[in-house]
């Protein structure tokens, strides 16, 4: 059974730092793209950035380029996002979804429909 699952959000002051997880079972995590959306309150939900497995490159949106980063714990089966330098528009809930890379462009990273499993969320709110 495949599952994701969204941890480390919360309340954080503008400036702060916030690392998120999202812990993987039921796949082969290397076969795998991990995609970071999140939406915040009125508005669609947006691409964060991905991880391909299949060769390490990563992407991001410019919204959160330089401040965010995705990195990968294999033995843990688990993808950070790596939050620095936080500002109140990045209030959200932050998602992470699989895709299983049978067809992958660059774009499909920030394309929620393309991925084939996604997690519950985590509430990421910053503010003074």
């Known amino acids: 059974q495949v599952q994701l699952v969204e941890s480390g959000g919360g309340l954080v002051q503008p400036g702060g730092s916030l690392r998120l997880s999202c812990s993987v079972s039921?796949?082969?995590?290397?076969?795998?793209?991990i995609g970071w959306f999140r939406q915040a309150p009125g508005k669609e939900r947006e691409g964060v950035g991905c991880?391909?497995?299949?060769?390490?490159?990563?992407y991001y949106a410019d919204s959160v380029k330089g401040r965010f980063t995705i990195s990968t714990d294999n033995a843990k089966k688990a993808v950070f996002l790596e939050m620095n330098n936080l500002k109140p528009e990045d209030t959200a809930v932050y998602y992470c979804?699989?895709?299983?890379?049978?067809?992958?462009?660059?774009?499909?990273?920030?394309?929620?429909?393309?991925?084939?499993?996604y997690g519950q969320g985590t509430q990421v709110t910053v503010s003074s």
């Open positions: 039921g796949f082969r995590l290397d076969l795998y793209a």
């Open positions: 991880i391909n497995h299949s060769d390490g490159s990563t």
């Open positions: 979804a699989a895709d299983a890379l049978l067809l992958w462009y660059s774009s499909t990273c920030f394309t929620w429909d393309e991925y084939d499993h």
